[in-house]
Each structure stands twice: as C-alpha cells, then as structure tokens.
Nanobody
C-alpha cells in the first residue's frame, strides 16, 4: 500500500504564491504518472497538472503560465508551484499517482487533499 502525503496548502492573498508537495511512501511500486487535481465547492474534480516519470508535463488551460509541476523521482515526490493565484484557484488540491508493482500490477493512489484558499 502506498500513501500520498500532501502539504503546503493554506490561505494566500490574490497574486500570491504557494508550493504544494506530495510525498509517496516507499513500497514495491514504481510510480509513473503523477498529477494534481482540484475540487472547488459544488464543482467536479478537475485535472490541474500532470508529469510523467521522464518529466513531460501538461496543464489545464486555466493554470498555464502560472503553475509549474515538477517531481523528484529519488524521493517519489511531486510539487506544484502556484504563482499569481486567483480567487478561482480556491479548492481542495489532491495528489494522484499511478504505476505498477514489481510484479506488474497496475495501481493508483490518491492523497487526502490539502486546502488552498485565495482571498483578501
């Protein structure tokens, strides 16, 4: 079983920055894709950013140019640097990881979520 532990959320003013981190516990699991999702009150969960094991990235249009996803494969950790934050970025942010165990079984895991609030 892999646990994803997120940190870095909080309250920030519009225009400010936050950095989210998500660390995966060690296990017999090779992590391939890692992603950040978010869910605002009353809305569906949406993909924010994704990064492959080799470092290829993809972003939602709403965050392009403001958010940067990165990862450290040696620490099984993914980061989300969020700059120029807007009130509409307010949401619970969830880390996601997928990959294969050493015997070839596909697995996917979710973090518990961290709250980001952008407000005056």
């Amino acid at each position: 079983q892999v646990q994803l532990v997120e940190s870095g959320g909080g309250l920030v003013q519009p225009g400010g920055s936050l950095r989210l981190s998500c660390a995966a516990s060690r296990s017999n699991f090779r992590i391939d894709a890692m992603r950040w999702y978010r869910q605002a009150p009353g809305k569906q969960r949406e993909l924010v950013a994704a990064v492959t094991r080799s470092g290829s990235t993809d972003y939602a249009d709403s965050v392009k140019g403001r958010f940067t996803i990165s990862r450290d494969n040696t620490r099984d950790t993914v980061y989300l640097q969020m700059n120029s934050l807007k009130p509409e970025d307010t949401a619970d942010y969830y880390c996601y990881a997928e990959g294969y165990t050493f015997v070839g079984t596909f697995r996917e895991y979710w973090g518990q979520g961290t709250q980001v609030t952008v407000s005056e």
